[in-house]
């Protein structure tokens, strides 16, 4: 079940859901838009072979700066942080999407998920389009849809990425399954 307006004002109100800092326009007709942060990290060009098992040096593969404007090369790719600090419930999940006008000047980011019990900044990555783009900070750039599970989740989110705040690069190295 996709929450409504009516639904996020009520987890918003009743504490259950917390976006901060929060703006009513963040509410929309079938989820909440989030503004982009002031941090990026570019994903940089290299045949350096990275080996998430191992411990690597980031800074070889991304670099990061803080903006108010920054522009999106052709076919490059980032990672971005939002502004607002989320913390969702053990009963909901939500998919992060790109609001439609930026997605139809060519960006785009892979399937996102927020799970039930995560509570951070998103950092989601952005692919450029066949042009520059230009970006400023707190704009309103991502739609978060928030779904009710069927039953609360067991064992809510508590990763290496929980309160995260800004871009957070990857943690590594990975742990073998």
Known sequence: MILSDFDLRNYIRSGRLTIEPFDEITVRENGLDLRLGNEVCELLPTNEVLDPFKEVEL?????CWKFDEVVIKPLGIYLLATTEYIKVPPELMAFVELRSTFARLGLSIPPTIIDGGFEGQITIELHGSAF???LRANTRFLHVVFSKVVSPIEKPYSGKYQGQRGVRLPKIPLERI
Do not use: R
Not at 59 to 63: G, L, P, T
């Open 132 to 134: 520059p783009v230009s």
């Open 59 to 63: 800074s070889k593969y991304y670099k």
